[in-house]
């Protein structure tokens, strides 16, 4: 089982950006998804690159604004947030997934993401 690690959560004013990135040995193996629970709401999928990195999607909250990318050289996945907004405020986990639809085989522990002025 992977022991994913996120970093690079905290707190951003609104319109300004982050750069998540989630590591593991192994990671190179698996489509990684980023997803997010804000407080009282459900888990939801934010983004999902496959395991080469020739897919990406992105939830329609986010479209145009978060970019996912993978470097399995370095076993890290990326996810560039830009112009926040503080309904992005979340925290936000990395899965490990064999593709892009899920199940998730493996969850990172979480990082926290505050979007307020």
């Known amino acids: 089982q992977l022991q994913l690690v996120e970093s690079g959560g905290g707190l951003v004013q609104p319109g300004g950006s982050l750069r998540l990135s989630c590591a593991a040995s192994?990671?190179?193996?698996?489509?990684i998804g980023w997803f997010r629970q804000a407080p009282g709401k459900e888990r939801e999928g934010v983004s999902c690159i496959s395991m080469r990195g020739g897919s990406t999607n992105y939830a329609d909250s986010v479209k145009g604004r978060f970019t996912i990318s993978r470097d399995n050289v370095k076993n890290t996945v990326y996810l560039q947030m830009n112009s926040l907004k503080p309904e992005d405020t979340a925290v936000y986990y990395c899965g490990a997934e064999y593709y892009c639809t899920g199940p998730v085989a493996s969850w990172g522990q979480g990082t926290q993401i505050t979007v307020s002025s």
């Open positions: 192994g990671l190179d193996y698996y489509a």
